[in-house]
């Protein structure tokens, strides 16, 4: 099919994108995007760009520090199935045992749809120290209201699968560089271009049939054999199609970017008790990540989140550098039971030629750019079976 792309804001990549900033001159992602080895709608993504080389690996294990008692230690689970790294002390949480994870994922499996993570799980020194940051970042949604199902879906695809699929992956320069600019040079080259500054204002429906888009610069007619995809966030979707249900809370996200001095290599680490949840270090910029959170009144968190980048990474100088705070305000739903409950199948706005898509949308998997794109990839399947129906 030929294919048409209108997208309302200056450039493509939505909520995943990047800027240079000139305040600490740095190019800069909106927000830090962890990305894990068993994300394969992405994989599958970037290997149709040849971009697999834009995403890297960082290793086998994930790190954290603990700001309450200052304990560093890490997790490793092992490359297979079979979790012998349960069993391994030096690849646990310090102070817990196997089986505790094995219980804690048997709850999650079986926890109703209206379970919280925080009904799910007992109060435990290994529910503070993995699960709920990882659930956290995963679900941008604090435990005590996130779905315990959603998380059990994310597991079940990564950890569950073994160390293989739980890889931590992050951009190797920039998002907008990994997971952008290789998919609109695919469509260009194919006569595709992405029309940016182009917001759809209003569709037109005739006989359960969009007929028409409307545009500032005009109107475009939806032929016989036209589909269309709308991949927008759930409140402008629910705008543009009245009566239609949508996931209506949204929860922030806090980053701040430190312009340090260019070091070799990318690394992260996870931070517990601390304002920010997690690090992440690439050459010229360490940046911080806060799930479900956004400055209080007044509030300036950067010398707070800088303390914490420097417990995780003690080389870095004590004097905070030059520093951009961004507040993602709706950075994705808010992955209650309740929201959950709400996302809509592709075909839910009930219009023969009109399909939903976007993180947000009923994917079986948390709002994420895996979700995002095994969304997108379903659309284009049922906008090709519409069309040709
Ligand atoms: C700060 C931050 C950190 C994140 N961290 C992670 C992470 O670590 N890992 C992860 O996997 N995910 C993360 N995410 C989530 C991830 O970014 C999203 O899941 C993903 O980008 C959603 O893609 P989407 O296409 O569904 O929606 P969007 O990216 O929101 O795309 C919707 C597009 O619709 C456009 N639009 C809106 N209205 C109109 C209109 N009327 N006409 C035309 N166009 C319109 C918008 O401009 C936008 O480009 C994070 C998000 C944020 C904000």
């Known amino acids: 099919m030929r294919v048409e792309i209108s997208e309302a804001a200056p450039q493509a990549g939505g909520r995943c994108r990047s800027f240079h900033d000139a305040s600490i001159d740095r190019t800069i992602d909106n927000g830090n995007h962890l990305i894990l080895s068993g994300n394969d709608g992405i994989r599958t993504y970037l290997d149709r760009f040849g971009a697999r080389d834009r995403v890297l690996d960082l290793g086998d294990e994930f790190r954290f520090v603990d700001r309450d008692d200052g304990a560093v230690f890490t997790v490793r689970p092992n490359m297979g199935r079979l979790p012998w790294w349960l069993f391994a002390p030096s690849r646990r949480v310090p102070g817990t045992k196997g089986f505790d994870y094995l219980a804690d994922m048997a709850r999650l ?52 699968k073994g160390g293989a699929y739980s890889r931590p992956m992050v951009a190797r320069d920039a998002l907008a560089d990994a997971l952008v600019e290789p998919a609109t040079t695919y469509l ?15 569709l037109t429906v005739q006989q359960g049939r969009v007929t028409s888009l409307a545009f500032a610069d005009g109107d475009v007619a939806v032929g016989a054999g036209d589909a269309v ?37 990318h690394a992260i680490a996870g931070v517990l008790g601390g304002r ?25 968190p950067a010398q707070a989140l800088w303390n914490d980048a420097r417990a995780a990474f003690p080389d870095l100088p004590v004097e905070m550098p030059p520093v951009r705070v961004v507040t993602e305000k709706r950075a994705t739903i808010a992955q209650t039971p309740a929201m ?50």
Request: a neutral charge; charged letters at 20%; proline letters at 8%.
């Open 188 to 202: 260009a080259a194919r006569g595709a271009a992405v029309a940016t500054g182009r917001r759809l204002r209003a």
């Open 229 to 265: 995809v709308l991949a927008v966030p759930p409140a402008v979707a629910a705008s543009l199609l009245p009566g239609l249900d949508v996931p209506n809370e949204d929860e922030p996200i806090l980053n701040a970017h430190f312009a340090v001095a260019p070091a070799d290599g």
């Open 276 to 300: 920010a949840h997690w690090v992440f270090r690439r050459p010229g910029l360490v940046s911080t990540t806060t799930s479900a959170d956004a400055p209080r009144d007044g509030e300036d």
């Open 340 to 389: 959950e409950a709400k996302r809509p199948a592709p075909r839910a706005a009930g219009l023969a030629n009109l399909v939903l898509a976007g993180d947000w949308t009923a994917t079986g998997l948390p709002a994420t750019i895996e979700g995002a794109i095994v969304s997108g990839s379903r659309a284009a399947q049922e906008a090709l079976y519409s069309a040709a129906t």
């Open 109 to 160: 499996l079986t926890a109703p749809s209206t379970a919280t993570i925080g009904e799910a799980l007992p109060a435990t020194r290994l529910r503070r120290a993995l699960w709920e940051p990882v659930a956290v970042s995963v679900l941008n949604t604090s435990i005590d209201r996130a779905s315990a199902r959603a998380f059990a879906s994310m597991l079940r695809l990564t950890l569950m």
